[in-house]
């Protein structure tokens, strides 16, 4: 029995030495993160107002705010065309105030790319309701056209830092892209002039506003495989 353990031994280790030589080596894996950036001019003017009521009565001052929606939206808008615009949210609040205790608000926001059109409009509107902002921003196929864009920049960018990075540790073959999230965001600073209003912003008259460009960044990270 003694004479089989050197036998049994001198099997076992060609056996051990496969096993390890059959463990896989780990790929070298690197994080990369890229971007671009992009511009989009406005094109597309949206204004904010608010039909509002204070009071004592939340009927009756319901009936109020229903009554100056019916009016912008029936009689001022309509007449003029290319014009858009919806009813937004529709508030009772109460104000902490003795004399009128009761708020009643509705929001209409109305969008044109006609300025020309559209800033003469709120002198009307602002007689009977209050401008809560003024703003350009860029069409949303324009926007979104840009933002593909800048996707497909930010993508080949990280191609190419990708075999960079992986030729200076070494490797010379083509890296092998691993998960890449892609992300759309605004710029820190987003460049847009703000619109001069009317003093206190709800007195009639004219407004004027000056179009900007909206800008944003696509920026793509993710891993790549060495090889």
């Known amino acids: 029995m003694t004479r089989t353990i050197p036998i049994l031994f001198a099997l076992l280790v060609p056996a051990i030495s496969m096993a390890a030589d059959a463990i896989p ?3 070298t ?7 671009a950036t992009y511009r989009v001019a406005d094109s597309e003017l949206r204004a904010t107002l608010a039909a509002r009521a204070d009071g004592m009565d939340p009927a009756s001052l319901a009936a109020q705010v229903n009554q100056t929606v019916s009016w912008a939206v029936t009689k001022v808008l309509p007449s003029v065309p290319g014009l858009r615009w919806h009813t937004g949210s529709y508030t009772t609040a109460r104000t902490g105030i003795k004399t009128a205790p009761w ?13 020309a059109a559209l800033l003469p409009l709120l002198g ?3 007689s009977r309701l209050q401008l809560e902002s003024l703003e350009f921003a860029p069409a949303t196929k324009d926007l979104r056209k840009a933002e593909n ?3 497909v920049t930010a993508l ?5 830092d990708a075999a960079n990075d992986c030729g200076a540790l070494g490797f010379s073959s083509t890296p092998r892209l691993g998960e890449i999230d892609v ?4 710029a820190p600073y987003p460049v847009r002039p703000f619109p001069a209003l009317m003093a206190a912003g709800a007195m009639p008259g004219p407004v004027t506003a000056n179009p900007g460009g909206f800008h944003g960044q696509v920026t793509a990270s993710g891993t790549a495989y060495c090889r």
Request: charge should be positive; avoid cysteine.
């Open 25 to 27: 080596i780990p790929p």
């Open 29 to 35: 894996r690197i994080h990369i993160s890229t971007s």
């Open 103 to 115: 708020r009643i608000q509705e929001i209409v926001v109305v969008q044109s790319a006609d300025k």
């Open 124 to 126: 009307t509107l602002q």
């Open 149 to 151: 864009q800048a996707s």
């Open 156 to 160: 080949q960018r990280f191609r190419v």
């Open 183 to 186: 992300q759309a965001v605004p």
